[in-house]
């Protein structure tokens, strides 16, 4: 019996706990709202991600890791279901981070849609899915 992994978004050295934030958003309900496509697509490099890429075997030290990107896996999902964005303070203010619906965000861009719906997540609702 395998134990099941828990679903992580890693950024640099930050990880996100995303069951934790899809709990959140069902404990506390708010209007989804449309996330450009093409500005997500071009922040996280998917355009390079090819259809036969299946992963790199290394992990960059800022930016989102892409070792467990499929480009079949992507095709696959569902563009229905809001991806979910995180809101971090930095001193020159808040900025937003794409943590689930990265493969979302690519089959959005291959098929050429402009938006997806998306949940975005307070500053205080991201420090408490953060990993520290």
Do not use: N
């Amino acid at each position: 019996m395998s134990i099941p992994s828990r679903q992580l978004f890693k950024y640099g050295r930050w990880m996100f706990d995303i069951e934790r934030a899809m709990r959140l958003l069902e404990e506390h309900p708010r209007p989804t709202e449309q996330t450009s496509v093409a500005d997500w697509s071009a922040a996280y490099h998917l355009s390079l991600l090819r259809p036969d890429y299946d992963g790199p075997t290394w992990c960059p030290i800022f930016g989102p890791d892409q070792s467990h990107f499929s480009a079949e896996h992507a095709m696959r999902t569902g563009l229905e279901q809001p991806v979910i964005i995180a809101t971090l303070e930095f001193d020159s203010g808040p900025a937003r981070l794409l943590i689930d619906g990265v493969h979302r965000m690519y089959r959005a861009m291959t098929e050429g849609r402009p938006t997806l719906p998306a949940q975005v997540l307070t500053v205080a609702e991201t420090a408490t899915i953060r990993e520290h």
